[in-house]
């Protein structure tokens, strides 16, 4: 079992292009997470989805978008990259439907510099 | 917004105990996770506390105190392999997690 992949592990990326972060998972999880890792502010939750065909906002969301057309998939697109963005972005998912804990699991990982 | 504090550092010696606190004043409560994140990895969950108390789970432990808006992880018998980053979490009332910005353990020989 895999867990959840992130694709690519890192990239370098020219400021103003497109870029889509790839996020798989093969638990079954029903909600899936991106978050941004920045030194001393740790994890923010960009965007969110309960459930596939649903998504929502999280605390840091503008300059992203985000789909959910399958329970496997959760792509991260920025469509105009900004040197602000410069960070190492981590997908999870969760079993919500589980009631209690519903402990997030985390991918290993994409850190993008945009220059 | 959420709010979250801990230390940034603390350093320790092989064999020591370190207790990291955590502080949070959130929109509700639905629980507090710990994770643990060595550099350049992932977060990985080490505990969950949703009821007042003590979770003991082998040289790590995870104390909850709702009314202080506190918690703490004790690490017990420290390895050089606990050198890590330690991340407290609260699950808010729309149960999005909110973190803080970390503790790194520097565990010494």
């Known amino acids: 079992i895999a867990g959840i992949t992130q694709a690519p592990t890192s990239q370098i990326l020219a400021a103003g292009r497109r870029m889509t972060l790839r996020c798989t998972q093969d638990?079954?999880?029903?909600?899936m997470y991106w978050y941004r890792q920045d030194l001393g502010l740790g994890l923010r939750l960009i965007h969110y989805?309960?459930?596939?065909?649903?998504?929502g906002k999280g605390e840091v969301p503008d300059g992203y978008s985000v789909s959910r057309a399958n329970t496997d998939d959760f792509p991260l697109t920025l469509a105009s990259a900004v040197p602000s963005q410069t960070s190492v972005y981590f997908c999870a998912s969760s079993d919500s439907t589980a009631g209690g804990r519903d402990t997030q699991y985390f991918g290993p990982g994409t850190r993008l510099t945009v220059l | 917004g959420q709010n979250i504090d801990q230390p940034t550092e603390m350093t320790a010696t092989e064999g020591a105990i370190v207790q990291i606190n955590c502080t949070y004043q959130?929109?509700?409560?639905?629980?507090l996770f710990w994770y643990q994140q060595h550099a350049g990895e992932a977060p990985t969950f080490l505990s969950y506390?949703?009821?007042?108390g003590l979770e003991e789970k082998g040289r790590f432990s995870s104390f909850l105190s709702r009314s202080k808006g506190y918690s703490y992880l004790l690490l017990k018998e420290l390895q050089m392999k606990d050198s890590a980053s330690y991340l407290c979490a609260v699950r808010d009332g729309d149960y999005k997690l909110s973190f803080g910005a970390g503790t790194t353990v520097t565990v010494r020989a």
């Open positions: 959130t929109s509700g409560f639905n629980g």
């Open positions: 989805s309960n459930t596939a065909g649903t998504t």
């Open positions: 506390n949703v009821l007042d």
């Open positions: 638990m079954r999880h029903n909600a």
